[in-house]
């Protein structure tokens, strides 16, 4: 396969900024022949621009740092170009002069010189079909792409592409180096009620974004978390984010319906979303699923309570009231703990997912050591979910996960678990879940329909699960999401894994093939 361009997002570099990986990333595109290759950045452009300059890729002709973050950003970038142009011979000097008398002209001739755009559209053609149910890896094909009046359109043959896509909404993140500037984000419904593109769906710059295209909220600087997901079962995505110490908020799509332009939370009444106010909510990642089977998504996200508290709130069709709350009782939610006196994370690490395929989502949550704690016992919890109704709690409404018993979900003893993240590993359709395991491995346990038992014992014999060590390497906490996808484009799902040398320092990247598995099990 042959691209004739490609595009690098910064938030697939993490940890910001993962130098390695952008430099895996840049052999593995330059000896697949592409021709341009464009890195979007936010608040590192200098830092990657600079890394660029001074690598062998400073000579690649197609390699292009673009700035989305305005003028910080571009100030940043302008003092690492007399820098660095200091020290270079008279043609980089002279392309130096050029790109500055024509900052709008000969851009894709530019190796290196960071752009601050006035606009950046991204363009898909209309009558173009948009999927539910693939969420965050829908695929997008034929995209174009415009930055100041400058289009170029690249087709990744549905290769995963942009990751802050959902089905029906698209969501858009800008930062700036300034935390002063709130983050803003810009939401626009483009379908029609078939899923249709009824009119050219753009990205603009969020500055621009003007009433009759979308909408803004000027809220949340510590905004960490988003999450979607559809918790009132009106077949539309919501809008979830979680503020660090603060809370958790819901907007019910679709939002041009529900929301005014500049909207702010003061609109959520509890028809149109919901606001759960607690100290203890975290900025960590929200999972979201339907674990009761009732048609509405629950949310899973954890409370920073010693030793450390799950709690899930139920999606729900009827009008939350109050629209703010700070506790769940067991019939908005619960919650789930670990008994244990220890300074211990428990609910740190959650994910969601039909593990036992019965085409109803199960709960994973971990309690760890090392990620959010410093001490205690780990043990990791499978929950299945349940076909109607609510989980039975105690009088503290919460979920006593000592009850496992095989046939509901089961235990796992001694698991330090770091993070998990759920996927179909084996590509033989049911959920599996991938588990970063006390920073020296990573542990696949492949789903089935059974039969389990309580505690459960991983087998890593490549039929009920696989496991993963890197020589010379550790796994680190990597709470940070892994990349999933097919990116061979073979249709089987892939995944990459990021490691950490060591001796420290340096981030390594494995990208991982996965081939169909003659010996899975028969489910």
């Known amino acids: 396969m042959r691209f004739e361009s490609f595009s690098i997002y910064e938030s697939t570099l993490l940890p910001l900024v993962n130098i390695p990986l952008l430099d895996y990333t840049l052999e593995f595109l330059a000896a697949s022949g592409v021709q341009q290759i464009f890195v979007f950045c936010c608040a590192h452009a200098s830092q990657i621009k600079e890394y660029i300059q001074s690598s062998r890729w400073h000579d690649l002709p197609g390699v292009q740092v673009i700035c989305m973050t305005g003028s910080n950003c ?3 970038n302008n003092n690492n170009n007399n820098n660095n142009n200091n020290n ?16 709008n002209n000969n851009n894709n001739n530019n190796n290196n010189n960071p752009i601050e755009p006035d606009s950046v559209k991204f363009h898909r053609e209309v009558g173009d079909t948009i999927r539910r149910g693939i969420i965050e890896k829908l695929p997008l094909e034929n995209i174009q792409l415009e930055i100041n009046g ?42 029609d009620e078939n899923d249709v593109i009824s009119e050219e769906a753009i990205f603009e710059w969020a500055e621009e974004i003007e009433e009759d295209d979308g909408f803004y909220l000027k809220k949340c600087r510590s905004l960490i978390s988003i999450a979607h997901g559809d918790l009132n079962g009106d077949g539309n995505d919501d809008l979830i984010y979680a503020i660090n110490s603060e809370g958790l908020y ?8 529900n929301f005014n332009f500049q909207t702010d939370i003061s609109k959520i009444n509890g028809s149109n979303g919901f606001i759960f ?30 030793p450390g508290k799950l709690c899930v709130i139920y999606g729900t069709d009827q009008i939350i009231s109050p629209s703010t709350f700070s506790t769940v009782n067991g019939n908005n939610g619960f919650y789930i703990s670990h008994v244990s006196s220890s300074n211990i994370a428990f609910g740190f690490v959650r994910s969601i997912i039909d593990f036992n395929g019965d085409s109803i989502k199960d709960l994973f949550v971990s309690a760890s050591i090392g990620t ?8 990791s919890y499978m929950i299945f979910g349940i076909n109607g109704g609510k989980f039975q709690v105690n009088s503290q409404f919460e979920f006593d996960p000592s009850t496992l018993n095989g046939s509901n979900g089961f235990l796992i003893n001694n698991f330090n678990s770091y993070a998990a993240y759920p996927y179909d590993m084996n590509n033989d359709g049911i959920g599996d879940i991938m588990i970063n395991r006390g920073q020296i491995a990573i542990d696949i346990i492949y789903g089935s329909r059974g039969p389990f038992t309580s505690p459960y014992i991983p087998v890593y014999d490549g039929v009920k699960g696989t496991s993963f060590s890197f020589l010379g390497c550790t796994t680190n906490n990597n709470v940070h999401p892994n990349a999933f996808g097919d990116f061979n484009n073979d249709g089987l799902n892939d995944f990459g894994i990021l490691t950490r040398l060591t001796s420290g320092g340096d981030y390594i990247a494995f990208l991982v093939w996965v081939k169909q598995n003659i010996h899975q099990q028969q489910h």
């Open 88 to 103: 270079n011979n008279n043609n980089n000097n002279n392309n130096n002069n050029n790109n500055n008398n024509n900052n």
């Open 277 to 306: 106010l607690n100290a203890t909510v975290r900025m960590n990642n929200i999972a979201v699923g339907d674990i009761n089977n009732d048609g509405f998504d629950d949310i899973a996200l954890f409370l920073h309570i010693i």
């Open 74 to 76: 571009n100030n940043n």
């Open 372 to 379: 959010y704690a410093t001490s205690g016992t780990p043990i």
């Open 150 to 191: 400058l289009k170029f359109a690249y087709d990744r043959d549905g290769l995963d592409c942009l990751t802050s896509i959902l089905p029906v909404l698209l969501l858009v993140k800008f930062s700036r180096e300034d935390s002063m500037v709130d983050l803003i984000f810009k939401i626009q419904d483009f379908c």
């Open 250 to 257: 819901v907007f019910y799509g679709p939002l041009a319906s």
